[in-house]
């Protein structure tokens, strides 16, 4: 049932906690009864700011600290009657009594609150791991206004030429690009050999390229051991960092004027773990499809929360704004006695890096072989727009799909244009629970500027379509080190000056205009793995060789996929070696 209208009982709802999910549920508590009681206790000094504009204040992006503030108190009340109590901290709740206690920050008094219903929207709090120096000056998160100040106020006294990032999430990455927008010389560390684990190692190769291309030096693989203080070091003063010595793992100590710290986060269950709710195998709050808590007049939303991923059916912490809101206008329809559901979070999730946007929905390869889901992988290159119109860019697509129905699992797009537009799409078609094969189907908007006759999205469909029809069998990246020599050749279809440009060492050359003409020259009894540089020339010559009565695989996303993944520095005109092949198929 959905609550609509007049006629619906007042309420006393306390919500600890503003921003996305608290104030979206105060403001649609509001709009569903006007003779409730709405109390919000915001801990900190701001209760709704665009938390997700803080990176881009503070590289200058964004000019004026005031445009982070969605609204203050003061306006909040005279628009929707609210009472918000900023710089008040509940400290303890008695769900028996259906009592808060609270204590104003100012002044340390502590008094207690009533309530019917209360909204947990209590968020999650930056990792500092316990390390050695991490107390030291100079050391900094960022996940709300007064983070920021006290950043702004670090650059205006020590005016920093060099900064660490730790983490290669979301945030240390908005960081990097940030800090190096200022100017200053940014390292970017992670103890995972990539960055972003939300997408593949071969999409996250392209993101490393464009910091590096950026000026960005990266440390992968080296988890952050300490902080080591400059007071005792032998270096002349003018040398000395002027925050610490980052270590990380057997790298040489690197000088940071600052730190960030982008480490990830912990959900906050402090609160709800001493008032006996229940606490999920992630470390979230537990809560049911209505977002109710194991006591009955307890609700929760935000990052707080474990939420079901629907793809895989399992808990998990997923910390965006968009299911934020969702969440909090579910909880207030809920509480006035709607039966309203949350379907669960499929994490969609875009950030900029550089000229690069880097997207991202779904499961990707590791979390899908955890779960035990069977999947393919596809991929594919084309550009963002019609490629005979000025400023065509190339989009990187991969996604992926499950074996058996084509049910669409996971996809990332990297690209410098159109990325967003075609994650969209196709979070739209996981949550539709949509096939690989429908997307081949859909009609989208095409006119020169904006796109193709055949959508990157319906481009994408076709490949998985073909391989779910048996019309074409895949080698992925990964596998070609392991083909061998002796039992498979490697056929490269490309014209003579991509291949000028570099090849797989090993392959056999024929242009795929030329191939009808060479069969000849294709060796008998081994298996055939064609390639070219997107994978859609070498599906041709796939096709053509498979009917000759060949045994073909296509390599999946071809050449440029495979090159991503090759470790040294690749320069025009340079021959692309891989490790000699030992295994058979």
């Not at 996940?143 to 920021?148: A, H, L, Q």
């Not at 979390?367 to 393919?376: A, D, F, K, T, V």
Request: hydrophobic share 40%; proline share 5%; charged share 20%.
């Amino acid at each position: 049932m959905r609550v609509i209208g007049s006629g619906v009982p007042a309420r006393k709802i306390v919500i600890v906690g503003g921003v996305a999910g608290g104030m979206s549920a105060a403001a649609r508590a509001r709009r569903l009864s006007e003779d409730s009681e709405i109390i919000v206790l915001e801990r900190s000094g701001h209760v709704s700011y665009a938390n997700c504009g803080l990176p881009y204040f503070l590289g200058g992006e964004i000019q004026s600290q005031d445009d982070l503030i969605v609204a203050t108190p003061g306006a909040l009340k005279n628009k929707l009657n609210i009472d918000i109590r900023v710089h008040n901290e509940v400290v303890e709740i008695d769900a028996q009594a259906k009592v808060v206690s609270v204590r104003e920050t100012t002044t340390q008094k502590i008094y207690q609150e009533s309530y019917d219903d209360l909204i947990l929207s209590v968020g999650a709090a930056p990792i500092r791991p316990k390390v050695p120096g991490i107390d030291l000056p100079g050391l900094f998160t960022l996940r709300s206004i007064e983070d920021v100040e006290a950043i702004q106020s670090w650059f205006e006294i020590h005016k920093p030429h060099t900064a660490v990032v730790a983490g290669g999430g979301f945030i240390g990455l908005e960081m990097a690009e940030q800090l190096a927008r200022r100017g200053l010389d940014v390292t970017l560390i992670d103890g995972k050999d990539q960055v972003l684990t939300p997408i593949d190692p071969e999409m996250a190769e392209l993101v490393h390229n464009e910091l590096r291309r950026h000026g960005v030096t990266l440390v992968l693989g080296k988890p952050i051991e300490g902080f080591r203080s400059t007071a005792d070091s032998a270096k002349a003063t003018n040398d000395l960092p002027k925050s610490c010595w980052v270590v990380a793992g057997d790298h040489e100590p690197m000088p940071a004027d600052l730190v960030i710290l982008g480490l990830g986060i912990r959900p906050e269950v402090t609160l709800a773990r001493k008032a006996g709710l229940a606490i999920g195998e992630r470390g979230g709050i537990r809560v049911n499809e209505h977002l109710q808590t194991s006591s009955p007049n307890i609700w929760a939303v935000g990052d707080a929360i474990e939420v079901r991923n629907p793809i895989s059916e399992s808990w998990t912490l997923i910390a965006l704004g968009g299911p934020a809101n969702r969440q909090g206008r579910i909880a207030a329809d809920n509480i006035f006695g709607a039966n309203e559901v949350y379907d669960g979070t499929v994490g969609t999730a875009i950030l900029r890096v550089f000229d690069l946007t880097v997207a991202s929905v779904g499961l990707n390869e590791q979390q899908l072989q955890s779960s035990n889901i069977p999947y393919e992988p596809i991929y594919v290159h084309p550009s963002h727009h019609a490629s005979y119109y000025p400023g065509a860019e190339r989009l990187d697509m991969k996604v992926l799909f499950q074996r058996d129905t084509g049910a669409l699992l996971g996809a990332q797009v990297i690209g410098k244009k159109g990325a967003d537009k075609r994650i969209d799409v196709l979070a739209v078609a996981i949550t539709a629970r949509m096939t690989i094969r429908d997307l081949s189907e859909l009609e989208l908007a095409y006119a020169p500027p904006f796109g193709s006759a055949k959508d990157p999205i319906n481009l994408a469909g076709m490949a998985g379509t073909n391989v779910l029809d048996g019309l074409s069998e895949q080698l992925q990246w990964h596998q070609v080190p392991a083909l061998s020599t002796d039992g498979v050749s490697l056929l490269d279809v490309r014209t003579s000056s991509e291949r000028d440009r570099g090849y797989i060492a090993g392959s056999l050359h024929i242009p795929l205009p030329e191939l009808r003409k060479r069969l000849s020259e294709i060796p008998a009894g081994k298996e055939i793995v064609t390639y070219c540089q997107s994978g859609q020339r070498s599906y041709i010559a796939y096709r053509l060789l498979k009917q000759k009565g060949f045994s073909v695989r296509n390599l999946s996303g071809g050449y440029l996929t495979w090159k991503s993944m090759q470790s040294e520095e690749r320069k025009e005109g340079v021959v692309h070696q891989i490790t000699p092949p030992v295994l058979a198929r």
